[in-house]
T-cell receptor, first 114, second 113 residues
Framework: GNSVTQMEGPVTLSEEAFLTINCTYT??????LFWYVQYPGEGLQLLLK?????DKGSNKGFEATYRKETTSFHLEKGSVQVSDSAVYFC?????????????FGKGTLLTVNP | DAGVTQSPTHLIKTRGQHVTLRCSPI?????VSWYQQVLGQGPQFIFQ???????GRGNFPDRFSARQFPNYSSELNVNALLLGDSALYLC????????????FGQGTRLTVV
């Protein structure tokens, strides 16, 4: 079946540090890949997505590249801010039968200190 | 435009009781999905509905059921609540399709005591 494995947290960084959160996936065919972010007490917000191999998704300084050869979709940001503190989820969307469903990783808690 | 709205935001129930959670999708979205997020874990897929028909079901017991109404809003019902049903229940709406974005509500925090 489909699965997503992402870096265990928590991750604690100082402001302006470089961020990488690793994500690898297992899926048949060609899934779409997503990063969602969850701020405390809130639902999920889409951060970025990529729908085919070698696509790069980007938003708010975050980037991730769909690497089919390594089945990876690592999240990066060059300079994190305190406001980036949140839980980050890697996910894939793959059609299974007649439905589309998101399969999520377990999440990585990021804390950025001033 | 209003986003995905869920009600109630918080709920406390006793073991064995029944609960109904509600979701209103973004206007124009015909697909609604439900996810269960246990503390410290990623969301797990429960159901997807599209055009009032069940399109998919995750690995959840028959105590979990759902439906979608003609206005595309949806209800998730859970019978015979167990302590392990305590979680954040998230509703997501979207257009149909594997590449489309799912928009999530803020969730209903269910606590079973």
């Amino acid at each position: 079946g489909n699965s997503v494995t992402q870096m265990e947290g928590p991750v604690t960084l100082s402001e302006e540090a470089f961020l990488t959160i690793n994500c690898t996936y297992t899926a048949t065919g060609y899934p779409s890949l997503f990063w969602y972010v969850q701020y405390p007490g809130e639902g999920l917000q889409l951060l970025l997505k990529a729908t085919k191999a070698d696509d790069k998704g980007s938003n708010k300084g975050f980037e991730a590249t769909y690497r089919k050869e390594t089945t990876s979709f690592h999240l990066e940001k060059g300079s994190v801010q305190v406001s980036d503190s949140a839980v980050y989820f890697c996910a894939l969307n793959r059609r299974g039968g007649s439905n589309y469903k998101l399969t999520f990783g377990k999440g990585t808690l990021l804390t950025v200190n001033p | 435009d209003a986003g995905v709205t869920q009600s109630p935001t918080h709920l406390i129930k006793t073991r064995g009781q029944h609960v109904t959670l509600r979701c209103s999708p973004i206007s124009g979205h015909k697909s609604v999905s439900w996810y269960q997020q246990v503390l410290g874990q990623g969301p797990q897929f429960i159901f997807q509905y599209y055009e009032k028909e069940e399109r998919g079901r995750g690995n959840f017991p028959d105590r979990f059921s759902a439906r979608q109404f003609p206005n595309y809003s949806s209800e998730l019902n859970v019978n015979a609540l167990l302590l392990g049903d305590s979680a954040l229940y998230l509703c997501a709406s979207s257009f149909e399709g594997v590449n489309t974005e799912a928009f999530f509500g803020q969730g209903t925090r269910l606590t079973v005591v």
